[in-house]
C-alpha cells in the first residue's frame, strides 16, 4: 500500500530526499528525519488522541524506511516516539505540542552535542601532544579545535582518506584554524604513528559491543596505534549508536564504484581487474580507548548502556521493526 | 655534485646523449616512475655501459659523477648500491692489471653478465616462491616488484589456481600496473585502496611483498606501506614472505649504519593538482617512499640460496662474506677510479 496519499506533501518530500540520498550525513537525516514528524503531527485533523498517537508509529515507520543503512534515522525517530509513549497523552492538542518540543528538543540537542563533545574530547588532549585523524568527522574536528584553542595541540597528521580525499576537507578545516597540518598518504600511517601521541577520528555507527563502524582504513588506524601504543579516541554523538546490533544484525558495508578508485580509460584497459571498494571499516572495541560522546566519555564496552537506558530505546521496539535489508 | 666534462673525442655527440639520458634517468628514480629497485638497478648499468662505449676518455669523470648521484636518487634501493660495487670493483681489477682503456672495454661484458645475474637469480626466487602458493590461496600484494611478477607467473606455469589483491600502493600507485600486469597472466585481479588492507585480510592466505632492502637483522625496507600491511597480516595470522635476491642486503647495517628514508618532495605527485590549490597555504604534504617491517612480522625471506627466517641473515651474510662481511665502501673505490 502506497503511504504517499496519507502524510503530508513535506514529509514525503523528507522522505524521499532520504531515500535518494540528496539528504545525507548521519546529523542531517536525523534532524530532517525529527522535523517530518513534527510536520506530521502539526499537519494531523483527527480528533482521536488514540488514532493520533498510531498515526504518528505509522509516521514514524515510513520514515525509518527511507534508507535503511543509516542508524541516525531511526535513532531520531524513536527519540521522539519513544518519549512520546511514555507521556500519557490525553488530548489531540497535548500531543502534537508534546511532538513539536521533543522535535525541537532534538535538534537543539544535536547541535549542542558537537560542542559538547569538543569540550569532553579536548580534555583527554595534554599540552604538546601531536594528533592523526582520518577522513572528515565534525566531531574529530570540534575535539581537535577545541585543544587547540585551549592552547594545547599544534600539530596535526591528516590522512588523505583515499579513495575520496576527505582528509583534505579535514586539512582545510584544521588549517584555517591555525594548526599545523601535515596530509599524509594512507599507506604511510604505520611509518607516522611513531610520531604521534593520540589518535580522534569520528564515527559513521557504533555497535552495541562498541566496535565502530567508519571510513575504510579506520581500523589499520587503531590497529597501528594499538601496536605503537598511541590512545586511539572515538568522537561521535549518540544518534550513531546502532540498536540493531543490540539483536545481533551487522552493521551493513557498502561498497561503492569503481570510478572514485581508478578512472574509465584504466578500467576500459584493464577489464579482467576487479576493483573492491568498500566504503568502511569495523574498528573492533579493543583498539578503542574511549568513545567521546555528548553523553561523556565512555570505553567502548558502556556502548549498550547509552543505548538502552539514555537513549529510550526499547529492545522489543527494535525487534518489531527491523532494518529491512542487512549484509556483512 | 662535480660537472660533467665535456669530452674532447669525436664522439661528443653520443656522450653527450648518454649524459643527457643519465640525468633523466636520476630524476626519474628520485620521482618513483622506475618502479621496481632491480629495474634501477638495471637502468644504471646500462647507462653504465653506454657510457663506457661513447664517452671513453672522460668515463673515470661519468662513474665518479654518476654513481653517487644515481644512489642518492634512491638511497634505500640496495641492489641499485651493491651491483655498482660488483661493477666498480671488476673495473678497478681490469684497470690495475691491463689499463684504463682496457678496463673501459671490458664494461661491456661485465655489466652484461651483471644484468644476466640480476635476472638468473629472479627466476631462482620464482622457483622458490611460486612452491609457496598453493591452489585456492589468496594472494595479497604491494606495490610493484618484478620478482613478485616472475614468482606469480612461475606459479600460474605451474598449473596453480590462486586469487591475488593488490593494493594501489600510494604515493605513486604502481599497484594499478601490478594488477593490469597479473590480469593478463590470467590471474583473478582485484585492485584495493590501501586502506582496506585490514579489511580484506581476513580473506587473505598470504602476503607476498619484494624489498628494497634488507638490514642485517631480518628488518625488511620496501614501498611505504608494506609494514602496516605486515602488522596486519600479523593480526590476521596470515603469512608474510618477502622475495628477496641476496644483493639487496644492506652490508653497512652491520657496521650501524641506517638505511636512508626518500620523501616525495612535489605535492602534486601526492595529492591531485586541483585539490592541492583548494587548501591553506600552511598545509604541508609529508609522503614518505619506504617503511620498516620489524623482522618479527615476517615469515621468511625466500632468496635464490633459499628460504631464510629474518633473523638468519647474519648466518647467510657470514657465510657468503665472512664475518664481519668483508666490502669495500663505494667512497673507496670511486677514490680508487678517480686515481689514475
Not at chain 1, 502524510?7 to 539528504?23: A, L, R
Not at chain 1, 584497459?269 to 576493483?275: A, G, L
Request: proline letters at 4%; a neutral charge; aromatic letters at 6%.
Amino acid at each position: 500500500m502506497s503511504h504517499e496519499h496519507r502524510f503530508p506533501k513535506e514529509v514525503v518530500e523528507i522522505y524521499e530526499g532520504i531515500k535518494n540520498m540528496s539528504i545525507r550525513g548521519a546529523g542531517r537525516i536525523a534532524k530532517y528525519a525529527v522535523i517530518a514528524l513534527m510536520k506530521a503531527a502539526e499537519d494531523y485533523k483527527g480528533g482521536e488522541t488514540r488514532d493520533f498517537l498510531q498515526y504518528m508509529e505509522r509516521v514514524g515507520s515510513y520514515l525509518k524506511s527511507a534508507r535503511p543503512t543509516a542508524v541516525s534515522l531511526p535513532n531520531a525517530v524513536t527519540y521522539v516516539l519513544s518519549r512520546l509513549r511514555k507521556l500519557s497523552i490525553t488530548s489531540v492538542e497535548e500531543g502534537k505540542q508534546a511532538v513539536v518540543n521533543l522535535a525541537q528538543e532534538f535538534v537543539r540537542k544535536a547541535d549542542e552535542a558537537l560542542k559538547i563533545i569538543g569540550e569532553l574530547g579536548s580534555r583527554r588532549i595534554e599540552n604538546g601532544d601531536v594528533l592523526m585523524t582520518h577522513c572528515h568527522s565534525t566531531a574529530a574536528v570540534s575535539v581537535i579545535v577545541t585543544a587547540h584553542r585551549k592552547g594545547k595541540v599544534n600539530v596535526v597528521y591528516v590522512k588523505e582518506t583515499r579513495p575520496a580525499f576527505q582528509g583534505l576537507i579535514t586539512a582545510k578545516a584544521l588549517a584555517e584554524e591555525g594548526l599545523e597540518v601535515i596530509v599524509i598518504p594512507d599507506s604511510s600511517v604505520r611509518y607516522f604513528m611513531k610520531k604521534v601521541d593520540k589518535v580522534v577520528v569520528g564515527a559513521d555507527t557504533v555497535a552495541a559491543n562498541g566496535a565502530v563502524v567508519n571510513k575504510i582504513g579506520t581500523s589499520l588506524v587503531a590497529l597501528a596505534a594499538k601496536e605503537a601504543r598511541v590512545r586511539f579516541y572515538v568522537a561521535t554523538e549518540t544518534f550513531k549508536f546502532s540498536p540493531y546490533t543490540l539483536l545481533g544484525e551487522l552493521v551493513p558495508i557498502e561498497v561503492r564504484d569503481p570510478r572514485e578508485v581508478v578512472d574509465e580509460e584504466w578500467i576500459r584497459e584493464n577489464e579482467k581487474v576487479k576493483i573492491f571498494n568498500p566504503v568502511f571499516d569495523v574498528t573492533p572495541p579493543e583498539y578503542v580507548d574511549a568513545i567521546i560522546t555528548e553523553k561523556g566519555v565512555i570505553p567502548p564496552q558502556a556502548a549498550l548502556l547509552l543505548l538502552t537506558e539514555d537513549y529510550g530505546i526499547d529492545l522489543r521496539e527494535i525487534g518489531m521493526n527491523p532494518p529491512a535489508t542487512y549484509e556483512e | 655534485m662535480k660537472c660533467w666534462v665535456v669530452p674532447q673525442a669525436v664522439d661528443y655527440v653520443a656522450c653527450e646523449d648518454v649524459q643527457r639520458r643519465a640525468s633523466k634517468f636520476i630524476r626519474d628514480v628520485g620521482r618513483g616512475t622506475v618502479l621496481g629497485s632491480t629495474e634501477v638497478a638495471v637502468g644504471s648499468l646500462e647507462i653504465v655501459r653506454d657510457a663506457a662505449s661513447s664517452c671513453r676518455n672522460t668515463f673515470k669523470d661519468f662513474l665518479v659523477s654518476f654513481i653517487p648521484s644515481v644512489i642518492a636518487s634512491r638511497p634505500s634501493s640496495q641492489v641499485v648500491e651493491n651491483v655498482l660495487r660488483r661493477y666498480l670493483e671488476e673495473f678497478i681489477a681490469v684497470r690495475n692489471e691491463r689499463g684504463f682503456g682496457e678496463a673501459v672495454g671490458v664494461t661491456q661484458r661485465i655489466v652484461d653478465s651483471l644484468i644476466k645475474e640480476l635476472d638468473l637469480v629472479r627466476d631462482a626466487i620464482a622457483e622458490i616462491g611460486s612452491k609457496r602458493v598453493e591452489d585456492g590461496d589468496t594472494i595479497l600484494t604491494h606495490s610493484y616488484s618484478t620478482t613478485v611478477l616472475r614468482t606469480l607467473k612461475k606459479a600460474v606455469e605451474r598449473g596453480t589456481v590462486f586469487k591475488v589483491y593488490v593494493t594501489e600502493s600510494r604515493p605513486i600507485g604502481e599497484g594499478r600496473v601490478t594488477a593490469s600486469n597479473l590480469s593478463r597472466l590470467g590471474i583473478e585481479t582485484t585492485l584495493i585502496v590501501d586502506s582496506a588492507v585490514r579489511y580484506v585480510m581476513k580473506r587473505v592466505s598470504k602476503v607476498l611483498v619484494g624489498a628494497d632492502a634488507i638490514a642485517i637483522n631480518g628488518a625488511v625496507v620496501n614501498k611505504v606501506g608494506t609494514s602496516a600491511i605486515a602488522l596486519a597480516a600479523k593480526e590476521a595470522r596470515t603469512r608474510l614472505f618477502v622475495l628477496a635476491g641476496v644483493y639487496k642486503l644492506s652490508f653497512e647495517t652491520v657496521f650501524g649504519e641506517l638505511i636512508e628514508q626518500v620523501f616525495l618532495e612535489d605535492a602534486s605527485l601526492v595529492i591531485p593538482r586541483e585539490r592541492i590549490q583548494e587548501l591553506p597555504e600552511r598545509v604541508r604534504v609529508s609522503a614518505p617512499l619506504f617503511d620498516v617491517t620489524p623482522p618479527e612480522y615476517v615469515d621468511a625471506i625466500i632468496t635464490e640460496k633459499g628460504v631464510l627466517a629474518p633473523q638468519a641473515i647474519p648466518v647467510l651474510v657470514a657465510s657468503l662474506y665472512g664475518w664481519p662481511p668483508k666490502i669495500r665502501s663505494l667512497r673507496d673505490l670511486l677514490m680508487e677510479v678517480s686515481k689514475d
